[in-house]
């Protein structure tokens, strides 16, 4: 292998793993003055169209408490036909089937280019998966109208044997029964009273009668079909049905008097909705999808009262303890979350409207459950159509692209520990040797689910070196760690993907070089900013910016090159150079600060930043920049005031907007009509450019980002201007003294004298 | 015993006019006589004068009779009837009086309206009894006998009275003797005596055989027929007839013959009371004496009090109809006694409500408290506020007084009506009921005439009639908003029970026509009613018809334990808009649930769901509930069965009539507020605990229906849902007040609604069947001259969504004798109260000690009429006042209805259904619930379309040739005789002989014949008659359910240990001896 950079692409293509560190230093003291923790990203699903999955099951550890797979980095006595866990150093016999196995006839989990291997096991019902679409009627009615007609559309992208399921809600609650002919019945709850699964089951009938009645006539065995398949159908049976019942969907009836909001029991909904699948189809693959177009404004899990006098909380008025409802209802939903997610089910949050919605009481609900959270202003927008139909896009299977109910469960060789992970994932509190007692992150097990995910669902798990420095590891020692992802895929089978990975230890004393050339900045800056943003979840917002500045200074510490109190002799090597730049960009960025953003907006933000893959986080943490312009093609430019310049068009990619920008000379040939006359043909070409290449990423993404066309002084410019470094502000514009440019009227600080800051503390003794 | 019949005189002078002639003639003689009294009486009566009119026998026999009357009171005159006690000898001698009686149905008639203050004296059995008759057919003898005999009666005694029928006829003293031994003791006797009646019941003869008082046994049966007033015996006393008899006659005679002549005059003084009685009575009994001796001779046949020698519902009624029927009863005159319930007459409103509106137990109140409590007659209302008149007469008038509202008295409140003062000239008025002077509005000025009358008095209704409408502003309306119009919701059980008897088929076949009877406004073209459907079981489901729906949707709510309504919009719909919908929704509910396995049911929240949805859509309205079952299902109000037949009898058997817990009044209050009425259809094929659910009805102003054993191949009672679901409400009121004038105040409320407070009854919804009875208690001293005033106002929201005002005015006499008030009282609306105050009672006392008050209330009733207004005679005399001579008879028949004294047969869930029942019927209905119409069928003639003549509820009435029809308002027998003719049986039944008809049978066969056609049609006509459908159920004689419909048999003996009424007169007799001494 050439580079570390080569090794780490290779391996993050093969494995869908990116570690902080590639080469890991042996002792725990030594890990811990690195700053930087042993943590990777881990795309447990990463799609490998070149991995075809194995026809049997794994040959498992026999030791109960390791039960780790079969892997390359094991040692096969192929004569004893013997092979030892590499984990627990445990002597295993290889089943009868392996009878045949020599040096050149190898199972492919043998293989080194099969570190990452999925098997597909045949045992077991499989059960069909699962749509329950939990819909508003509080809506306007266009946006009513759009929000039917997806619904309609999704229908036919819908697996055929899909079970599919219909609960609305406004004042009340209702659970449409799809199974009956003629007269469409549904069943009402009140939509202020929060009920238990099982009043729930009983009220929808759902429970086996307690006796069969023996007097009257004898129950035919027969009539025993799913008591529930009255609420969820196969697609291919009702989706006429359904189609027509969705067509005659109502706004909710119930008038709005002036001055009030529609009362919406989001709450109740989705309770009746989570209790409805457990007690039916518990542990089988299902997404409950909730469409909403406004606050729970009744009932349990309530967000605002009804008078529009009254606003939804801020972010100031939480600061202020001002929000009343906040509380409780998220008490609520956590509770819901919990619950869903012991079910292997998961909740997508489709939340269309102006003002917010509730989301950051509700974002649980999906967080927990490795659910979608969608944001929009309004179910009639092609950002909501279009990213609720890649919900139902498929691979290069035909398959698609979802996976239920899995179970992540890692491995570590006896030097590693485990000290938690941050994804859309919850603990399943299975404690075993190789967990840590300090935790980071959801920590405290060796195994976590994860109810919903897809591809691109990545997580951050985090490790702890526990050898001791003076049980030094023999030169040449290898670390390891077994990834096993037990998951419902969305061809209904039950499979099971392995990832094991081994890393070089390295003596810190002798070898420091090499472990820093080996540090991975991109993967660090993501397992740091995720760590940032869970932290920012419970603490203070100062807190947590503090304490990424101290271990920023601390890395710079130890891995800068500088001379003592002399800050302009500070360099950072290669492999770091962008550390600080990350942390910057993360520091001005949504996920840790709140100002200018609603408390909901900060949840979706936080929410996706905690599934997205590396180079999707990247973009969030630090956008990135395209210039367009008659001197070249188009080139990446800095993410800087600097770059704003008369004569270019700009594309910023922030994951959650795409921005085109046109300078101010371009928007004047705009206006003047340049691109329409034939002699300024390359004109309408530099205008095409960025529209194209903006729509390729519209085509990738989800979900899909807000679009945004604007111009040199146009309203919507400040989506640029908030993202880039100010370099050139209303304070230092004439300093400055360039023409080029456009300075941003802002207080913060400048990359620049972040980095002055920067370089002045770290060679600060004093630190 | 004897049965003294004042009546009987004045049938004496009703034979005389219609059949005798020449008999008459000379009575009438004697009684032109008198009519110089009947001058003072016609002045009285000035504004009846039409009446008489119109009835010139009527005439007659009011100066008949009135002349003794008119003196004390308008009409009637009391005739008092004597009868021995001895009874049997005693009735005898009436017999003759009586049978004249009997015989002449034209008699009757004049009797009928004076006869209210008939009195019947019976002595005491053994005792003095004959010979208190016997005097006193000497004393009519005298002379006295024709004229006076009804003035006798009225004042001192029947006695006389009766002799006065037969003047010399006197031979019923022979009778009395008779009767005297026989009394109860044998029964025996009784058979002789039937077998004598018979022959008497040819009238004419009679009146000779009167004269010739000679044949006890025809002259007795003559009279007991005829007349009213009976005579009980008192049971044991077979004392030695011929001695006591002399004793009391000895002194008799003298007394008539000197009273006669006295009496008149005193009748028209001081009527009832001591001083003519007394002296009168004295001598009858002197007569006595003389009867004595012709008792001797009888003495052996009378062993027990001759059925036919007490009196008789029957004949009062038939008298009553006879007499009254034909002639309009108008209302102008204060205090004036209606005809009775049985009886078709018009009403002409002239300023009191016609009597479908109002009756009162007295039409003359005592002036003071003490005379009130001393009579133990309770003062009583039984209001109908929204009664349906006959097509002749006009429905209330609508009065409009403008933004303002009705014109009201400003401290009373009570609203302006005939009886209100104007004065200075018009300008002001004053209140007749608290005094206060009020201000005439500008707007409703107008000059008096010389007679201090308003000019435009006869334009508005509200200053000449009785009962009329106001419209009501928006004061009036809930919120200060009008009303939207009322809403109806059908909610139907759809268990396994109802849909395995094929009654949510039936059902929603039914509704699918019911719904075009939808009641409406006036000439509105369509129903202003909306209309909404809710199905359930142990869930409900809600239905969402409307117009612009493809399909009905169906809302399940399974949240029992908090209930609430799942929409709003198309829940409630026009029918004519949702038509189709609707159609769809009947025509798949049977279907929808016709797998349902569903046993368990709830009730409280399908209640309260209604009362939601009719919150919701801010309207009153009406719920109609179609339920099966006990609700045992998890829900508020759960029921478990606590039917527990050993309950009976004892302390705790009260508890069977009371709810089983406290979520049904709670509900019904809440109901109440909303104006939710609700209406309840049980089809329980088991214990449904009827107290409870029909607690919500009770007080929502809605009704039970109960159809045990429902079987939809019964088809019969197809048409008897329809017929109850055209019944629907016609209007959901708010409230009903009654204002009375200042003396007395309304003190207890008895039907179907709400109180919050004491004076205001809260009405959900009332319908056209629904009464309200009243109370009233003294609170001071009434005045004679103004009289007692009763203003009924009641305000509800008419079916069009109108806020209307509905006044009933009535104005009663004063009185300062007790024989006034006793003269005036009406038995039928008596036992209505008594039976509604006694079946309230049930709830809270052992119903022991409710059927002890009952009779003891009658009892001193009885005993204050006999001390104070009925002359002193032999304690062995039972005296009957006129007016309430069925007052023993129908009191017995509530005493042995099946709430105080249940049969075996009688289910638990039966008797809390007739209990409930009874506290909203009007009196008609008590009337004939309690003494059912017992019809032969092939007595007469095939042609005659009309009803045939009833006879008396005894077995001992029933011929085993014959067929009858028996009704009592909820039950419908065809009993068969086993010797029916087996032609008749072919033309009915279809079916060749006796033994191949089906017992139980349900439905005749429809026959071409005149027979079939003619009884069919009699059902039909019953049926019609009755706000409930009547199943119709066939026995026959003989058969396993003959048991059945001898519990109906009211005179008879009753299984369960209730007396016969000849036992029961006994007894009564025997408690007002007690109390006299």
Redesign the interface.
Same mark, same amino acid.
């Given at each position: 292998m050439a580079t570390y950079l080569e090794f780490i692409q290779q391996n993050e293509e093969r494995d869908g793993v990116r570690f902080s560190w590639n080469v890991w230093p042996s002792s725990r003291l030594e890990a811990t003055r690195m700053v930087v923790p042993l943590a990777c990203l881990l795309t447990p699903l990463k799609e490998r169209p070149d991995l075809p999955p194995v026809q049997y099951e794994p040959v498992l550890c026999s030791r109960p408490t390791c039960k780790a797979v079969l892997n390359p980095l094991c040692q096969v006595d192929y004569r004893a036909k013997l092979w030892a866990c590499n984990f627990c150093f445990q002597r295993n016999q290889f089943p009868p089937a392996y009878g045949g196995i020599s040096e050149v006839n190898q199972p492919a989990e043998l293989m080194p280019q099969f570190s990452t291997i999925e098997y597909m096991i045949q045992r077991g019902a499989q059960s069909p998966l699962i749509f329950l679409y939990v819909v508003d009627t509080c809506l306007e009615e266009d946006d009513l109208q759009a929000l039917k007609e997806s619904l309609q559309m999704s229908l036919s992208l819908l697996p055929p044997n899909a079970l599919v399921g219909l609960i609305t809600f406004g004042r009340m609650v209702q659970v449409h029964e799809l199974s009956c002919e003629g007269i469409s019945k549904s069943y009402v709850f009140r939509g202020t009273k929060d009920l238990t699964a099982k009043q729930i089951q009983d009220m929808l009938g759902l429970t086996k009668p307690a006796m069969p009645m023996q007097q009257a006539r004898p129950v035919q065995p027969q009539e025993h079909p799913f008591a529930s398949t009255r609420f969820l159908q196969p697609v291919h049976k009702i989706d006429m049905n359904l189609t027509d019942l969705l067509g005659e969907l109502q706004r909710d009836p119930w008038p709005v008097t002036q001055g009030k909001r529609p009362l919406r029991s989001t709450g109740v909904a989705l309770s009746i909705a989570v209790g409805l699948l457990e007690g039916t189809f518990p542990n089988t693959g299902a997404r409950i999808m909730l469409f909403t177009g406004g606050p729970p404004t009744q009932g349990p899990g309530m967000v605002v009262g009804d008078e529009l006098k009254i606003p939804i909380r801020s972010w100031h008025d939480i600061e202020k303890d001002n929000a009343r409802f906040m509380k409780k209802a998220t008490k609520h939903y956590e509770m819901l979350a919990n619950r869903t997610a012991a079910n292997g089910h998961c909740i997508d949050i489709y939340a269309c409207a102006l003002d917010q919605t509730g989301l950051l009481e509700m974002k649980c609900c999906a967080n927990l459950t490795g659910g979608y959270m969608v944001m929009g202003d309004s179910f009639n927008t092609s950002l909501f159509k279009q990213t609720f139909q890649r919900i139902f896009t498929k691979d290069f299977n035909g398959d698609f692209r979802m996976a239920f109910g899995a179970t992540l469960d890692v491995k570590t060789s006896r030097e590693l520990k485990i000290a938690g992970a941050i994804g859309p994932c919850v603990s399943l509190n299975v404690k075993g040797p190789c967990v840590s007692e300090n935790e980071l992150g959801v920590g405290g097990t060796s195994q976590w689910k994860i109810c919903g995910l897809d591809p691109t669902s990545t997580f951050g798990i985090y490790f702890e070196v526990v050898n001791q420095h003076n049980a030094p590891i023999p030169q040449g020692g290898r670390g390891a760690i077994q990834f096993v992802t037990h998951y419902q895929h969305s061809s209904t089978q039950r499979r099971i993907r392995v990832t094991t990975i081994a890393r070089n230890w390295a003596d810190v004393q002798s070898q420091l070089r090499h472990i820093e050339a080996a540090f991975d900045q991109e993967a660090a800056a993501v397992l740091m900013a995720r760590l940032g943003v869970f932290r920012a979840e419970s603490e203070e917002g100062p807190d947590v910016l503090r304490w990424l500045d101290r271990q920023l200074i601390r890395l710079c510490q130890k891995f800068g090159q500088y001379n003592k109190e002399d800050p302009t002799s500070f360099r950072l090597s290669d492999s770091f150079s962008l550390y600080p730049q990350f942390m910057f960009h993360l520091r001005r960025s949504p996920f840790l600060q709140v100002f200018n953003n609603s408390p909901d907006e900060s949840s979706y933000y936080r929410h996706h930043f905690a599934r997205q893959d590396l180079t999707q986080s990247l973009i969030m943490i630090q956008p990135i920049l395209y210039s367009y312009s008659f001197h070249g093609p188009p080139e990446p430019v800095l993410l800087d005031s600097s770059s704003i310049l008369a004569d270019r068009i700009l594309l910023m990619d922030t994951f959650f907007q795409i921005v085109i920008y046109l300078g101010e000379t371009i928007a004047q040939w705009c206006k003047a009509g340049y691109q329409d006359m034939p002699e300024y043909e390359n004109f309408k070409h530099l205008l095409q450019a960025p529209l194209d290449d903006a729509q390729e990423i519209l085509q990738a993404r989800f979900p899909m980002p807000r679009y945004i066309n604007t111009e040199h002084g146009g309203s919507q410019a400040r989506f640029l201007l908030s993202k880039v470094n100010p370099s050139q502000t209303h304070n230092n514009l004439y300093a400055w003294g360039q023409e080029t440019g456009a300075p941003i009227l802002t207080d913060d600080v400048s990359l620049q004298v972040f980095m002055d800051h920067l370089k002045k503390l770290a060679v600060s003794s004093a630190c | 015993m004897n049965v003294n019949q004042s009546v009987p005189p004045v049938p004496s002078f009703g034979q005389p006019q219609p059949v005798y002639p020449g008999y008459h003639q000379s009575s009438y003689g004697g009684q032109s006589g008198s009519t110089a009294p009947t001058i003072p009486y016609g002045a009285y009566n000035g504004p009846v004068p039409g009446y008489q009119q119109t009835l010139p026998q009527g005439m007659f026999l009011f100066l008949l009779s009135d002349p003794p009357a008119s003196a004390s009171q308008s009409l009637p005159v009391q005739c008092e009837a004597s009868a021995d006690f001895k009874g049997l000898p005693g009735s005898q001698p009436f017999g003759s009086p009586l049978a004249p009686v009997g015989n002449q149905p034209a008699v009757l008639q004049p009797y009928g309206p004076p006869p209210t203050s008939a009195q019947v004296t019976a002595q005491l059995s053994g005792m003095q009894i004959s010979g208190a008759v016997a005097p006193a057919p000497p004393s009519s003898g005298l002379g006295y006998g024709p004229p006076t005999s009804l003035a006798s009666a009225s004042g001192s005694f029947p006695n006389s009275g009766l002799y006065g029928s037969y003047p010399q006829g006197q031979a019923p003293p022979l009778s009395q003797a008779q009767g005297h031994p026989g009394i109860q003791t044998s029964q025996r006797s009784a058979p002789s005596q039937a077998s004598g009646f018979t022959p008497p019941a040819s009238g004419g003869p009679r009146l000779p055989s009167m004269t010739g008082p000679l044949l006890p046994g025809q002259s007795f049966g003559g009279p007991s027929v005829s007349q009213p007033n009976h005579v009980s015996s008192p049971p044991p006393q077979a004392l030695p007839p011929g001695t006591q008899m002399t004793g009391p006659l000895g002194p008799l005679p003298p007394m008539h013959s000197l009273q006669q002549p006295g009496y008149q005059p005193q009748q028209n003084g001081s009527f009832g009371p001591a001083r003519g009685p007394q002296p009168n009575y004295g001598s009858p009994y002197p007569a006595a004496p003389t009867f004595g001796s012709q008792s001797g001779p009888q003495p052996l046949p009378p062993k027990r009090l001759d059925p036919d020698a007490i009196p008789s519902p029957i004949q009062v009624i038939e008298d009553d109809r006879n007499n009254r029927g034909t002639e309009p009863f108008v209302t102008g005159v204060r205090g004036q006694v209606p005809p009775l319930v049985t009886t078709n007459f018009l009403v002409k409103d002239q300023g009191n409500a016609s009597p479908r509106y109002i009756r009162c137990t007295s039409y003359n109140i005592p002036c003071t408290s003490d005379m009130a409590k001393q009579a133990q007659v309770p003062l009583a209302a039984v209001i109908k506020p929204l009664a349906s008149l006959p097509p002749e007469e006009a429905s209330p008038y609508v009065v409009d007084h403008g933004e303002s509202g009705p014109l009201r008295c400003n401290r009373c409140k009570a609203y302006m009506c005939p009886f209100m003062q104007f004065i200075e000239g018009g300008r002001r008025f004053q209140c007749c009921f608290c005094s206060c002077i009020n201000d005439v509005p500008p707007q409703y000025f107008q000059h008096l005439d010389h007679t201090g009358k308003r000019v435009d008095a006869y334009d508005r209704p509200e200053l000449s009639l009785g009962s009329y409408e106001f419209l009501a502003t928006v004061d009036y309306c809930k919120n200060n908003k009008f009303p939207s119009p009322p809403a109806f919701i059908f909610m139907i059980d759809v268990s396994?029970n109802a849909i395995r008897t094929g009654l949510v088929r039936l059902l929603c076949e039914e509704l699918k026509s019911l719904l075009d009877f939808l009641p409406r406004e006036g000439g509105a073209e369509e129903s202003a009613i909306r209309v909404g459907f809710v199905t359930y079981n142990k869930?409900l489901?809600?239905y969402n018809v409307k117009s612009s =729906?493809a399909?009905?949707?169906?809302?399940?709510?399974?949240?029992v334990a908090?209930m609430?309504v799942?929409?709003?919009?198309?829940f409630l719909v026009n029918v004519n808009e949702s038509r189709a919908v609707i159609t769809s =929704?009947l025509d798949?509910i049977p279907e929808?649930f016709a797998d349902t396995?569903e046993?368990e049911t709830v009730f409280v929240p399908v209640i309260q769901a209604g009362m939601e949805a009719l919150k919701a859509a801010e309207c009153a309205g009406k719920l109609f509930l179609f339920h099966t079952s006990l609700p045992i299902a998890e829900a508020p109000g759960k029921l478990k069965n606590r039917d527990d037949r050993k309950l009976i009898n004892t302390d705790k058997e009260k508890t069977l009539f009371q709810p089983q817990t406290g979520a049904y009044q709670t509900l019904a209050k809440e109901c109440v507020a909303q104006g939710c009425c609700v209406d309840v259809f049980l089809f329980p094929n088991q214990y449904v605990d009827v107290a409870t659910l029909s607690v919500v009805p009770q007080l929502t102003g809605g009704s039970v229906y109960k159809y045990a054993c429902f079987q939809v191949w019964c088809e019969e009672q197809v048409g008897g849902l329809s017929l109850e679901g055209r019944h629907v409400a016609l209007v959901i009121p708010f409230a009903l007040t009654v204002h009375v004038a200042s003396g007395i105040r309304a003190v207890d409320f008895f039907g179907a609604f709400y109180m919050s407070n004491t004076t205001d009854v809260e009405l959900a919804g009332l319908d056209g069947d629904k009464t309200v009875t009243v109370e009233f208690k003294h609170d001071d001293r009434l005045n004679e001259e103004s009289g007692a005033l009763l203003q009924c106002a009641l305000l509800y929201t008419s079916c069009a969504g109108q806020r209307r005002l509905r006044i009933h005015n009535l104005a009663l006499n004063c009185c300062t004798q007790l024989a006034d008030l006793y003269r005036n009282c009406e038995t039928d609306t008596l036992i209505n109260y008594m039976a509604k105050f006694a079946y309230r009672g049930v709830l809270n006392s052992p119903v022991k000690a409710v059927r002890d008050t009952l009779i003891t209330q009658c009892a001193q009733i009885l005993a204050c009429y006999r001390k104070n207004c009925a002359s002193p005679s032999s304690a062995g005399q039972l005296i009957l006042p006129e007016c309430m001579k069925l007052l023993p008879v129908y009191l017995n028949c509530v005493l042995k209805s099946d709430v105080l004294q249940p049969g075996a047969e009688i289910t638990t869930d039966d008797r809390a259904y007739v209990r409930q029942l009874v506290t909203s019927m009007d009196v008609a209905e008590t009337n004939v619930f309690f003494y059912p119409r017992l019809l032969p069928l092939t007595k007469s003639p095939i042609e005659s379309t009309t009803e045939p003549p009833a006879v008396r509820a005894s077995e001992e009435r029933l011929s085993n040739g014959d067929m009858y029809l028996l009704e009592n308002g909820l039950n419908l027998f065809l009993w068969v005789g086993a010797s029916v003719q087996q032609g008749v049986v072919q033309s009915l039944f279809s079916v060749s002989s006796f033994s191949q008809i089906t017992s139980g049978l349900s439905v005749l066969p429809v026959l071409d014949n005149p027979l079939s056609k003619k009884v069919r049609g009699l059902i039909d006509s019953l049926r019609a008659q009755r706000s409930r459908y009547m199943k119709l159920i066939v026995v026959k004689q003989e058969d396993k359910l003959e048991m059945l419909f001898k519990h109906f048999l009211v005179e008879d003996k009753s299984l369960s240990g209730g007396a016969s009424y000849v036992d029961f007169l006994c007894h009564m007799h025997k408690e007002i001896r007690q109390l006299l001494s």
């Open positions: - | 396994y869930v489901h809600f =729906l399909q009905p949707q169906m809302m399940v709510v399974s949240d908090d609430f799942p929409l709003l919009d198309g =929704l798949q929808m396995r046993t």
